[in-house]
């Protein structure tokens, strides 16, 4: 599994309250209407700016807070090909693989720059980074957990294999 794309760069602790504000997740229930506003207090109109297969890249800890499936849902809505992060809040985490967007744990993101392009292997656990011409290593994801990625996410597999991966 290969994703390719231009990135977005972020610091550490990225909440979900950054990602997508309490104040539209409690009124908006259309996820496109949602999405909209998607990382808007980091970077106003960044659901309009970002194409489709962008990376986010940030530092540790990104989805950390409350534990609202709205957070990753939008990225996955605006078209956000992959998150790498050093680190992810353990719930955040889960809630991207359970709706099929890769989440990479890279302890490299320090040396990728803003509009860097990536080229993420998720089956050789590698970023190449086409920009700068450098390989960064990564955090395994599971066979588990990358069949569910394959499948599009946990729903998916699920329909594909009519039980749990586990």
Known sequence: ?????????????????????????????????????????????FAEKVK???????GKNFGCGSSREQAPLVLKHIGIGAIIAKSFAR?????????????VECKDTNKISDGDMLEV?????RIKNIV???????????????????NGGLVGYVKKYGRLPW
């Not at 794309?5 to 539209?24: E, H, M, P, Q």
């Not at 489709?52 to 940030?58: F, N, T």
């Open 121 to 125: 292997d998720l089956s050789e656990g």
């Open 1 to 45: 599994m290969i994703i390719r794309g231009r990135v977005w760069k972020f610091s550490d602790d990225v909440n979900t309250d950054l990602i997508i504000a309490g104040k539209y997740k409690l009124s908006i229930t259309n996820i496109g209407e949602l999405s909209k506003h998607a990382m808007e207090a980091l970077i106003p109109n």
């Open 52 to 58: 489709s297969g962008d990376l986010i890249v940030a």
């Open 91 to 103: 719930i955040f985490y889960r809630n991207t693989i359970n709706i099929g967007l890769p989440a």
């Open 132 to 150: 700068k011409n450098e390989i960064y290593e990564i955090k395994p994801i599971p066979p588990a957990l990358l069949e569910i990625l394959v």
